[in-house]
């Protein structure tokens, strides 16, 4: 008989951390993730009818993703093959594929190959265990912190079900956290180690939905324990000295970061300084570059706010370079501010449309030709072409419009890609560009006129 998948033998073994002690052996021990491990959800029912099936996991650090492939393949008596895409390739895939064929002809045990961090594999990597999965020699479970839509082969996607996990919540990491103190097999039960129900929220706070995280600050704290009548009691000073380095789920180009700045975006959008203040300082919280988040404000000036007040286009440009002068943590209100203002600003999209329908009518209608009236003639050449001919100058107009004129090639006339909206500025810019048309209308002499 092999030893087991989650065996914790530290004679074996060695010095294991605590989180890697403290590992779950079983579905009953494993937290979180109701909505995949709860009776009658996939995962669940495939683990106890014995039916396990290829998966790709998506989800952040610390959330159960090995340990569930552990599971599936002890509880489900398969014989796992694990490799990590950081360091593993061609040959190493190879050697696993050759394990899962001994074991078929020697046992027709199933064999789980399990890949951490799986979207680190190129694509050819990835393509090498299709076949394999195909005719069911393996079953690929991958593990992955990244959007699989992104990363994965198409082919591999179609083979695997994708399921997703979520951090775990307070109430999950505080019983990570209770079970560690108690157990006395592999946690820190032994210790006598005692904390106050205030020191264990702060830790599962720190967690930030990470298990791994959450009982590797328990056990730094656990070294430094003082003894005290029989227990073992960390000072909050220690505490705080520990926790001072944490930080929050941010992944500079991986999801957390997208989210992130999609939340933010979509806060200013939204008309919510609130939202706006919370997303800007998680990402600062996080670590993110404060100039890319200055860009990014400034893009939302143009894209979200746009003529319905231009001034947010200029608020956004002197926060950029009043943050490359001041810096961190000073510079840090300035991007607040800009975030606030623009979050305050009447909101109108119309000039991001205008321009995206602009630039599919030049893509789809090619190289129409210049109208002559609108063609520059400095040359005599020019002007005997016809060059400028007929051109109306519209400041000698009155009202400095000439009304009728077309500034559009003739193909495409009766084109309009700007439509402004009734909000801030832009209402005012609406009845301008309203009082035009209908001149245009009435006008005695129009362009292209049939």
């Known amino acids: 008989m092999t030893e087991s998948l989650l065996s914790t033998d530290n004679s074996i073994s060695g010095y294991q951390p605590l989180a890697a002690r403290l590992r779950p052996r079983s579905i009953s021990e494993f937290r979180g993730q109701p909505h995949l491990l709860a009776p009658g959800k996939s995962i669940y029912e495939g683990i106890t009818h014995n039916q396990p099936h290829s998966m790709i996991l998506w989800g952040p650090p610390g959330v159960g993703k090995t340990t569930l492939a552990r599971i599936i393949a002890e509880t489900c008596d398969c014989h796992i093959e694990t490799l ?27 064999t789980i190959v399990f890949v951490d961090e799986a979207h680190r594999f190129n694509k050819a990597q990835q393509d090498a265990f299709l076949p394999h999965i195909e005719d069911g020699l393996i079953l690929f479970i991958g593990a992955t912190t990244e959007n699989p839509s992104f990363e994965l082969n198409n082919a591999l996607l179609s083979r ?31 210790m006598n180690l005692a904390l106050s129900a205030e020191q264990k929220l702060a ?8 298990a791994r995280r959450a009982l590797n600050y328990l056990e730094v704290l656990s070294d430094m324990a003082e003894e005290n009548d029989g227990r073992r009691l960390v000072a909050d000073e220690r505490l705080d000295q520990v926790l001072a380095e ?13 989210d992130q700045i999609s939340a ?43 003529l319905a007040d231009p001034r947010a286009l200029q608020v956004c440009a002197n926060c950029w370079d009043a943050y490359t002068r001041l810096g961190s943590p000073e510079g840090d209100l300035v991007l607040a501010q800009a975030a606030v203002y ?10 991001y449309t205008a321009f995206g329908a602009a630039g599919e009518s030049a893509a789809d209608h090619g190289s129409l030709e210049v109208p002559s009236h609108l063609r520059n003639a400095p040359t005599k050449l020019a002007q005997a072409l016809g060059h400028g001919e007929e051109y109306r100058y519209a400041h ?36 301008k560009m309203e009082h035009f048309r209908q001149l245009d209308e009435n006008a005695d002499h129009r362009r292209y006129s049939k």
């Open 246 to 258: 944490s930080y929050r789920r941010f992944d500079k180009g991986g999801d957390a970061f997208y």
């Open 264 to 306: 933010l975006h979509k806060a200013v959008r939204g008309s919510s300084p609130d939202g706006a203040l919370y997303w800007l300082s998680r990402m600062l919280d996080g670590g993110c570059d404060p100039i890319y988040l200055a860009r990014r404000l400034t893009r939302m000036a143009a894209e979200d706010v746009g």
């Open 203 to 210: 830790l599962a706070r720190a967690g930030d939905g990470d």
């Open 342 to 351: 623009l979050a305050a600003a009447p909101k109108s999209n119309a000039l």
């Open 84 to 110: 990590s895409a950081v360091l593993a390739g061609v040959k190493e895939i190879r050697a696993a594929i050759e394990q899962a064929r001994h074991h078929q002809a020697n046992g027709a045990r199933k």
């Open 160 to 190: 695997a079900r994708v399921y997703l996990l979520t951090p775990l919540t307070e109430d999950d990491l505080l019983a990570v956290i209770e079970h560690a103190l108690t157990d006395a097999e592999r946690g820190l039960g032994k």
């Open 396 to 431: 000698d107009e009155q009202g400095g419009f000439a009304a009728g004129e077309n500034y559009l090639p003739e193909a495409i006339r009766n084109a309009r890609f700007y439509f402004p909206k009734d909000t801030g500025l832009e209402s005012r810019i609406r009845e």
